[in-house]
């Protein structure tokens, strides 16, 4: 197979269409309920990945309507500040979604600001009670990143049922959940992780393969099942030996797509999909108050 007959699928033209149709809810919702719908993001500390991200997040959320509540705090600041914080926004009526950006300084308990957070405004959909619904394919607000994946290939109309996938990374973020969407849409799902034996075999099975490990290229054409359905999640920043840098995905883009029927690529994939969810489950929150 050619990479002539490779499909590359664009997240980016899927997000932007998203949120056109998101600022168009926004602009019906907003005269019955008052106000725009609000997100609160929370970073701590000074890492510059993530000061990216979260700028990215409030130009998205500005392009839509909805309000964003940036809360930037010093590396320093303890784990109690922030849980008064997050106890004020869950009471606050302006903000429908939170969400604290990762990675945190060492000091800090992730997961105790997690549990804080009202689960009806978990915008990231990682609280436990949002993942309970998952597992029990009850309506809820889903992970942003494996719910970028899914729209993706729903909008590509691409079949799972009765596909064998693969997802490479067993994170909470990305691989557990992602795991659970497509056996929801009736995949066989196989979980691969760093502890996986003869990986590349276990790879090459998958009709379905989504690389979420976080290891630059990680992912090569000997390792992908002609014809298969790649999912890049990764995002890694590689610095070249001329000194110059570029993000890369956990998939070997150039080798694999020679190989692969559908290819996401690093940037432009899932990347602009993981923000669109975001800004999807803000708006899913918002609508609740309208009910209520």
Known sequence: MSSSTCSVLNGKALAQ???GELKESIQQLQPKIGRPPGLAVLMVGDDPASAVYVRN????????GIASFGHHFPANT??????????QLNLDPRVDGILVQLPLPAHLDAVGLLLTIDPEKDADGLHPMNLGRLVRGEPGLRSCTP????????EY???????????VGRSILVGKPLGLMLLEKNATVTMAHSRTQDLASVTRQGDILVAAVGKPEFITAEMVKPGAI???VGINRVVRPDGTSQLVGDVDFNSVANLAQYITPVPGGIGPMTVAMLLSNTVLSYRQRETK
């Open 17 to 19: 269409k998203i949120q």
């Open 57 to 64: 997040k409030e130009r998205a959320c500005a392009k839509v």
């Open 78 to 87: 303890s784990q109690d500040e922030l849980e008064t914080v997050i106890q």
């Open 147 to 154: 719910a970028g994946v899914m729209g993706l290939l729903e």
């Open 157 to 167: 109309q691409l079949d799972i049922a009765g596909k064998q996938a693969v997802v």
């Open 230 to 232: 790649v999912i890049d």
